[in-house]
């Protein structure tokens, strides 16, 4: 269960060496309880800095999607 406030840890054991990756790729579903699937966050963070971003993609063609120029990369990827 992730928690709504805080943070959580999830060790991937099979990664033996953190310098044998190159970027990690999240993808989180947003879902509201009457409206269904409202679309999805999308995060990319490369280990040398040189692409990252997160965006949300909507589940509906109508709406355009959004980058957020200021998420917060430092904060979540803290090793």
């Known amino acids: 269960m992730i928690p709504a406030e805080g943070s959580f840890k999830k060790e991937a054991t099979v990664i033996t060496n953190i310098n044998n990756v190159d970027s990690i790729g999240i993808v989180i579903s947003l879902n509201h309880s009457k409206n269904g699937k409202l679309g999805t966050l999308r995060i990319l963070y490369a280990m040398d800095k040189s692409d990252m971003w997160a965006a949300f993609v909507p ?10 120029k200021s998420f917060d990369f430092n904060k979540m990827f803290q090793w």
């Open 59 to 68: 589940e509906s063609g109508t709406i355009p999607s959004q980058e957020y």
